[in-house]
């Protein structure tokens, strides 16, 4: 059995994770932020056994009930229901299973591509670093959404194309990110005595400057993540995202858009939900970068 | 400086012959027969099908049929659409005034908000007052636009009746076409109720499609200016007794905007991305809801020539933007 001492000793891992988290946790909207994401979490894996009704199930008797503290609403559907009678309340929670997983992958697909390219144009520079930057700027040169829409009509909608085109879109700035950063490091003396020591070019590139261009892909990360749960929304209410009767949060506003006068809440909620996700995970960006940047930091 | 500008413009030359490959390969690519489109339901015979494919100059090879695309871009030429049979770029030139339009006062809105917010959480650093208005700026930029463009139509048109659902202008108006910017050419015509009908109708859609742009120009404006105010010159500006409005305004923001001009006038591809969605919701017969009815028509020559349009639009004001930098701040010319 060991014992730690309250403080850890500066330079180690434990030292560099209290104080990482003695900045983040400073800020209040970023432990808002986190918390609320990590109970949106909470509901999208449980959402099976937490989901009051089955998100595809259409009650014949029940097509737009409105939310409880309606006189006409019931205590069976506390948010109401679409026009086909299915629980809104339901379909959200399964929604958030789609949005969060998507928002995931496309971070780890264009930060693991965008990383690997970026390391390689920072690391090697010349003609690799001019081909990588100049198909960068074409990929930055269409609007985000319509390069998005474009590559989802040439791959047919649905999940997998939506995900993949809006990976492409955040890839330039990963590619861009590490690529500066990997030049700034490359001529510090760490990076020269691991190279006199004989480390190959691999463990160069990923043991001894990736970690230590880690920060702002983080920050990018979170704001990629962000972005991403937003244009997933913004292909599913254009039609062009996950299908119906998927319950994906944009597809159901779109599905709504009709009711719009008559069933506020089929519209409201969604929308309301995929508002207070982006806002969360960008103000848990925000600590990660107050706490992470050491321009910001206090000494 | 001519240097600079030269330089910034041979930069541009592959990048923009690869947004033509990529305009170019998308719509090789793009799943469904185009000539079985055009033939509808009751389908072709096989040898119609070769005629319109000849006709169409589709059975030529690739990289043939690039080069016949690059050569007519270069004259201005994009193809005809397959859906109206009107030359491409008649069709994007008729549209754009009104995506313009829309942007123009999305810009206004956005600057208009955004500046004066951005100074005020500055000089109120660290006060309710400050994390009011950087609370609601993070807001805007978390805001999916197309929700919250329903949600406006929701209160204002649907319950208060105050504005207008969709479209351009009021139908009781018939304005004749001049510069397809609808307030001005309503001006041109001396129709002052038409001019004002066509403000009403742009009131809701700006404030859709400018509320990310204000949200990012407000956090920029509050960043810069903050870090302005540490600068010596300033402490120097308040030493000598000048006032803090003077200070403010003179000093600092004048400075603080060299970065929040680049800001705005990057803002142009969130404009561009954003008309698609809100052009959608409004109806509004711009550019961004053109690409989204070609792209679900499968009209090849409408979205290779939008596309390629829209990236060369984004490119040019960038260059811009790059240009106008080099010219306030000397520094980053090289």
Known sequence: ?299 | MLKFILVKLAQLVPTFLGVTVVAFAFIRLLPGDPILLLAGERGISAERYAQLEAQLGFDRSPLVQYLDFLTGLLHGDLGTSLVTHAPVMDEFMSRFPATMELSFFALLFAVLVGLPAGVIAATKRGSTLDHTLMGISLTGYSMPIFWWGLLLIMLFSSTLGWTPVSGRISYLYFIDTVTGFMTIDTLLAGNWAAFKSALHYLVLPSIVLGTIPMAVIARQTRSSMLEVLGEDYVRTARAKGLSSFRVIMVHTLRNALITVITVIGLQIGVLLAGAILTETIFSWPGIGKWMIDAISRRDYPAVQGGLVLIAFIVMLVNLLVDIAYGVINPRIRY
């Open chain 1, 1 to 299: 059995m060991t014992t730690t001492s309250p403080v850890a000793a500066p330079g180690t891992l434990r030292h560099q994770l209290a104080e990482f988290w003695g900045d983040f946790s400073a800020s209040r909207g970023a432990l808002v932020g986190l918390l609320f994401i990590s109970s949106m979490l909470l509901i999208a894996l449980l959402a099976p056994w937490i989901a009051p009704h089955d998100p595809a199930l259409q009650n014949r008797e029940a097509f737009l009930v409105p939310p409880v503290w309606h006189a006409e609403g019931s205590w069976t559907y506390l948010l109401g229901t679409d026009a086909v009678g299915r629980d809104v309340l339901s379909r959200l929670m399964f929604g958030a299973r789609y949005s969060l997983s998507i928002g995931a992958m496309v971070v780890v697909l264009s930060m693991a591509v965008g990383i690997f390219l970026g390391l390689l144009a920072g690391y090697f520079r010349g003609w690799v670093e001019t081909l990588i930057t100049r198909v960068m700027d074409v990929v930055l040169a269409f609007p985000s959404l319509l390069l998005a829409l474009g590559l989802v009509a040439v791959l047919s909608p649905g999940l997998t194309s939506a995900m993949i085109a809006i990976a492409v879109v955040q890839l330039p700035y990963f590619v861009r990110l590490t690529r500066a950063a990997v030049i700034g490091e490359k001529s510090r003396e760490y990076v020269t005595a691991s190279r006199l020591a004989g480390a190959s070019h691999l463990r160069l590139m990923f043991n001894t400057l990736l970690p230590n261009c880690m920060a702002p892909l983080i920050v990018q990360a979170t704001l990629s993540f962000s972005t991403a749960i937003l244009d997933i929304a913004a292909l599913g209410f254009l039609g062009m995202g996950v299908q119906p009767p998927t319950p994906e949060w944009g597809a159901m506003l779109a599905n709504a858009r009709e009711f719009m006068g008559s069933a506020y809440w089929a519209v409201t909620f969604p929308g309301l939900v995929i508002l207070l996700t982006v806002l969360m995970i960008n103000l848990m960006g925000d600590g990660l970068r107050d706490a992470l940047d050491p321009k910001m930091k206090r000494s």
